[in-house]
């Protein structure tokens, strides 16, 4: 892969690459970096959110900047204060050492004579949202009319909020000579009327396909009643207790109100909508950013320029209307090289929507069933067991197990490990355990076509067979690595495998029947790194249900026995994704 000294950057931005720690560009770096070094001309850049845009147009801008001159050469637009701030914090890293070199932001929600006092002091670079930069223009504040760079960057989202008059007002206050440079997740035609109305001749370069989603998210649905919408994001939740999310609704209302519920039922949750103050949105998110809350609710606007690389899940509480917005919120989840999940819950009368964002992003959806209580339960337990076993011990206890132990006296080592694990899992057994199953009576899906095989899992309760493994995001896998490991290890086909569920130190998933024999043998006394990876059968048709090991392979309480020695020798390696926690349910008696 080409290196940046390949691409034709500066020493000093050359040092400032080495700083950050970046060793090879992004695509869209590699594509977009050398056309703006080596030509002055207009460009259409469509790429997904975390691809590396800020450094594609960032890197360019600032070595044709001329710093010792005060004069504003550079304009950047972006669609919200957040974004705004964090193309502006990754310029000054950039320009580092760059001596007189100044970058400012200009956005609403702070002090306007501030900010006109920084661009007083000279800023040949200004990065704006386009309400507050129209407002500086029309009071003579900010002088644009002898830019030589414009970059519109997230430009569908802009035209998305209703910025399309704001930026053609803008952009009719610069030079006609300037040079246009327009970075967008997608096309929309509002998005080619700016392009073809203030550019000439543009260079185009595409990552990906044109308003295609990113391949790194694995796409899911889940047809529930209308009713059953806020159980089914519960158990959602309860299915991935790793979980680090963004929840969509449509509207300020609903998204104040499923926030609530969250936290009412004693998850790590917040709201994050226009009618909350700059001061409410920052400490919002401030705590996300934290993971000090796990589940943020928002509306599509408020989430405009939400950047935060890990986030685990994106949940679709509802399906926005434009197929675009559907693009940026699955982009939210498999960042910078990671994976993720975009979950999607439907009602049956919008199966038809899932058809129509599949042609669009050119990717399937997986028809998936809700979790049932019991399946949630086996996830949930083997969840407990591994955080008992990871926990690191305080050394203050030893005061007090001298008497701990006169108390727990007689009890033998197996009744004192169900005893802890019942301690916190029989309240939460108790409220799934006659819980109704959430699932439609048909999950077809699409109705009138047939799915493949890697859709088909979530049905095919019959021929399908559920696997528990143990490894997972500790062991650095994800769903995607984790697929193909099995696929590779098995000698199977990529749609043999199915509904791969990695939780933290675990993971989950599906074959057909006919590859049990042989999964089963392969997986008997199978090594890793000198570590024993076991597969094991789940008797939960489906996935669900209660956990059971698969005693016709023999051994019985023994064999387990043996396996949970062998378990106790082993270490895990790799690093836990999250690190955030959820508090323990008030009613429900969720860990």
Same mark, same amino acid.
């Given at each position: 892969?080409?290196?940046?000294?390949?691409?034709?950057?500066?020493?000093?931005?050359?040092?400032?690459?080495? %700083?950050?720690?970046?060793?090879?560009?992004?695509?869209?770096?590699?594509?977009?970096?050398?056309?703006?070094?080596?030509?002055?001309?207009?460009? *259409?850049?469509?790429?997904?959110?975390?691809?590396?845009?800020?450094?594609?147009? +960032?890197?360019?801008?600032?070595? $044709?900047?001329?710093?010792?001159?005060?004069?504003?050469?550079?304009?950047?637009?972006?669609?919200?204060?957040?974004?705004?701030?964090?193309?502006?914090?990754?310029?000054?890293?950039?320009?580092?050492?760059?001596?007189?070199?100044?970058?400012?932001?200009?956005?609403? =929600?702070?002090?306007?004579?501030?900010?006109?006092?920084?661009?007083?002091?000279?800023?040949?670079?200004?990065?704006?949202?386009?309400?507050?930069?129209? %407002?500086?223009? &029309?009071?003579?504040?900010?002088?644009?009319?002898?830019?030589?760079?414009?970059?519109?960057?997230?430009?569908?989202?802009?035209?998305?909020?209703?910025?399309?008059?704001?930026?053609?007002?803008?952009?009719?206050?610069?030079?006609?000579?300037?040079?246009?440079?327009?970075?967008?997740?997608?096309?929309?035609? #509002?998005?080619? /009327?700016?392009?073809?109305?203030?550019?000439?001749?543009?260079?185009?370069?595409?990552?990906?396909?044109?308003?295609?989603?990113? /391949?790194?998210?694995?796409? #899911? @649905?889940? *047809?529930?009643?209308?009713?059953?919408?806020?159980?089914?994001?519960?158990?959602?939740?309860? /299915?991935?207790?790793?979980?680090? !999310?963004?929840?969509?609704?449509?509207?300020?209302?609903?998204?104040?109100?499923?926030?609530?519920?969250?936290?009412?039922? +004693?998850?790590?949750?917040?709201?994050?909508? =226009?009618?909350? !103050?700059?001061?409410?949105?920052?400490?919002?998110?401030?705590?996300?950013?934290?993971?000090?809350?796990?589940?943020?609710?928002?509306?599509?606007?408020?989430?405009?320029?939400?950047?935060?690389?890990?986030?685990?899940? *994106?949940?679709?509480?509802?399906?926005?209307?434009?197929?675009?917005?559907?693009?940026?919120?699955?982009?939210r989840t498999g960042r910078a090289g990671k994976s993720g999940i975009s979950m999607v819950i439907v009602t049956r009368s919008e199966l038809r929507k899932i058809k129509s964002i599949e042609g669009k992003i050119k990717q399937k959806f997986i028809a998936k069933k809700i979790p049932t209580g019991m399946e949630i339960c086996e996830i949930q337990l083997y969840h407990l067991a591994s955080k008992i076993r990871d926990t690191q011990i305080n050394e203050e206890v030893a005061n007090y197990l001298p008497a701990i132990n006169d108390v727990l006296q007689g009890i033998d080592r197996d009744e004192l490990i169900k005893k802890i694990i019942s301690v916190e899992f029989s309240r939460f057994y108790n409220y799934y355990n006659k819980a109704k199953d959430l699932n439609t009576v048909d999950t077809d899906g699409h109705g009138e076509r047939k799915r493949s095989k890697g859709e088909r899992g979530e049905a095919s309760s019959n021929g399908s067979v559920r696997y528990?493994?143990?490894?997972?995001?500790?062991? %650095?896998?994800?769903?995607?690595?984790? $697929?193909?490991?099995?696929?590779?290890?098995?000698?199977?086909?990529?749609?043999? *495998? @199915?509904?791969?569920?990695? $939780?933290?130190?675990?993971?989950?998933?599906?074959?057909?029947? #006919?590859?049990?024999?042989?999964?089963?043998?392969?997986?008997?006394?199978?090594?890793?790194?000198?570590?024993?990876?076991?597969?094991?059968?789940?008797?939960?048709?489906?996935?669900?249900?209660?956990? =059971?090991?698969?005693?016709?392979? &023999?051994?019985?309480?023994?064999?387990?026995?043996?396996? +949970? $020695?062998?378990?106790?020798?082993?270490?895990?390696? +790799?690093?836990?994704?999250?690190?955030?926690?959820?508090?323990?349910?008030?009613?429900?008696?969720?860990?």
């Amino acid at each position: 892969m080409t290196k940046f000294e390949a691409l034709g950057l500066e020493q000093s931005l050359l040092d400032a690459v080495t %700083d950050l720690g970046f060793e090879n560009p992004s695509e869209v770096q590699e594509k977009a970096i050398p056309i703006l070094l080596e030509n002055e001309t207009d460009l *259409v850049a469509l790429a997904q959110t975390g691809t590396g845009k800020t450094a594609a147009f +960032g890197f360019p801008l600032i070595q $044709k900047i001329d710093s010792s001159s005060r004069t504003t050469q550079g304009l950047i637009l972006s669609p919200t204060r957040e974004l705004c701030l964090q193309i502006t914090n990754e310029l000054k890293l950039y320009s580092k050492y760059i001596k007189g070199l100044n970058t400012v932001a200009i956005y609403g =929600g702070a002090s306007i004579s501030e900010q006109a006092k920084q661009i007083k002091r000279g800023a040949q670079i200004v990065v704006a949202t386009p309400g507050r930069m129209k %407002d500086m223009i &029309g009071r003579g504040i900010v002088d644009i009319s002898k830019i030589d760079y414009c970059i519109l960057d997230e430009a569908d989202e802009m035209l998305n909020m209703g910025f399309y008059e704001d930026i053609k007002d803008i952009l009719s206050n610069t030079p006609d000579e300037k040079f246009t440079w327009l970075f967008s997740a997608t096309m929309p035609k #509002e998005v080619a /009327t700016i392009a073809k109305k203030f550019m000439h001749h543009p260079k185009e370069i595409t990552v990906g396909d044109k308003n295609a989603g990113a /391949t790194t998210v694995q796409h #899911e @649905y889940y *047809v529930v009643g209308g009713r059953d919408r806020y159980p089914t994001l519960k158990r959602l939740a309860d /299915t991935n207790p790793d979980i680090f !999310s963004v929840v969509f609704c449509r509207t300020k209302r609903d998204t104040q109100k499923v926030a609530e519920k969250l936290i009412e039922d +004693g998850y790590n949750a917040g709201a994050l909508h =226009g009618d909350l !103050s700059q001061n409410q949105r920052d400490l919002v998110m401030n705590a996300f950013r934290k993971k000090q809350i796990q589940m943020l609710v928002a509306t599509d606007v408020a989430a405009r320029g939400i950047d935060v690389d890990d986030i685990t899940h *994106v949940i679709n509480y509802q399906l926005p209307d434009e197929i675009e917005t559907y693009t940026h919120r699955s982009g939210r989840t498999g960042r910078a090289g990671k994976s993720g999940i975009s979950m999607v819950i439907v009602t049956r009368s919008e199966l038809r929507k899932i058809k129509s964002i599949e042609g669009k992003i050119k990717q399937k959806f997986i028809a998936k069933k809700i979790p049932t209580g019991m399946e949630i339960c086996e996830i949930q337990l083997y969840h407990l067991a591994s955080k008992i076993r990871d926990t690191q011990i305080n050394e203050e206890v030893a005061n007090y197990l001298p008497a701990i132990n006169d108390v727990l006296q007689g009890i033998d080592r197996d009744e004192l490990i169900k005893k802890i694990i019942s301690v916190e899992f029989s309240r939460f057994y108790n409220y799934y355990n006659k819980a109704k199953d959430l699932n439609t009576v048909d999950t077809d899906g699409h109705g009138e076509r047939k799915r493949s095989k890697g859709e088909r899992g979530e049905a095919s309760s019959n021929g399908s067979v559920r696997y528990f493994i143990n490894v997972g995001e500790k062991d %650095d896998y994800d769903w995607m690595s984790l $697929k193909d490991f099995l696929k590779d290890t098995l000698s199977l086909g990529r749609d043999d *495998v @199915y509904r791969v569920d990695v $939780k933290d130190s675990f993971s989950f998933f599906n074959t057909d029947a #006919e590859h049990t024999e042989l999964i089963l043998q392969t997986f008997s006394d199978f090594k890793v790194d000198g570590r024993f990876v076991n597969v094991e059968v789940s008797k939960n048709p489906g996935g669900s249900g209660r956990s =059971g090991r698969d005693r016709s392979r &023999g051994g019985g309480k023994d064999r387990d026995r043996s396996r +949970g $020695k062998r378990r106790d020798r082993k270490s895990s390696h +790799g690093k836990s994704s999250h690190s955030g926690k959820r508090r323990s349910k008030k009613r429900d008696g969720f860990f």
